[in-house]
Each structure stands twice: as C-alpha cells, then as structure tokens.
C-alpha cells in the first residue's frame, strides 16, 4: 500500500486515528527511516564483531597495517553484500515507535504494519548498499586516521590476525557512531 493509500484509507476511517493522520504518518515514516538505518549500521557492526569473535587471534604471516586494512576492509564489504538482514513481521512496534502505534487503532495499525515494513526494508536495502560501498573503500581514511604503516619488513610489520583484529575493532565502532551520529 501508497502512502496516499494510507491516508485516503484514514480519511474514511477517522476512528482509527488519533489526531491528524498526516502528521502520524510523517512521523512515522521518519520513525522508521530512522530505526531501519540505524538496525543497517548495527547489523554491520554486529557481523564485523562476531566475525572478529569467530577468528579470533590468527597470527599467520607478517604484512603491513596498510596491506591488512585493504584486505579486511575489501573482503567485509564483499561478505557484507550477502548478509543484508531484512525487517520482518513483528518489528513494526520497534520501527514505527510507541507513540505512533498509540495513535493507531486496532485496524488501522493492521495497515499501517504493511507499509512499515516496506519502507524499511527499502531504507534498509538502501542502507545497506551504503555499507558495503562504505567498507570498500575505507580502508584509506583508516591508513590516513590511524597512522597505518606500509612498511613490509619482518622487523616492522605485524602479524596479518592481530592487524585484522585491530581494524575490526575500529571498524565496530566507526558503524555504531554511523547508527547513532550525534
């Protein structure tokens, strides 16, 4: 269902709403845009983490910080790409919001649900996209921000695991201040 839909649908069913149903349904549209960007960026975060988790401490062979961020960040993005979570029935409340569903009667809230899911799985999808995109080509600003060194010799170059680890650590929390910008 349109949003048009939606509110020609109030209009002959003023009782299903409490208050003006366009200024509801603008709420609640930028409710759940809102929620669904910051359950993408989450998500993110929350792969990174249980992958780091997964791993764990590797070692393996001596690399530069700078090879590893490239590395790590490219092969996220492209792991990332394949793990998209979708809404599902049931996270209306969370996305929409309290207030908004105590705006909504019984009925009303039944097709309001629908239209719920699809705008975030949209601003999702379109979310996601962003970072994947985002993770790809990341691993620059994280050589620049982070002082990461090119260096390849044995004697200044860390093992690829505990590079890896670093960079998902830093990448964890470069996703939760993308969920939740100040």
Partial sequence: MERDEILHWFEEHPDAVHGDAREILTRCERSVRR????????????????????????????????????????????????????????????????PVKAAIDGKGWEVLASWILEVAREEEHKTWLEITRYTDRLARELIKKHHLSDDCSLDHSKCFGDVAARISQILEADFERHAFPC
């Fill in 35 to 98: 929620h669904a960007r910051e359950d993408a960026w989450m998500a993110a975060k929350h792969y990174v983490e249980r992958r780091r988790h997964a791993e764990g401490a590797t070692g393996g062979m001596h690399a530069s910080e700078a090879y590893v961020a490239h590395e790590v960040c490219h092969q996220l993005a492209n792991e990332l790409a394949s793990h998209e979570p979708h809404p599902g029935a049931g996270d209306e409340d969370h996305l929409a919001g309290g």
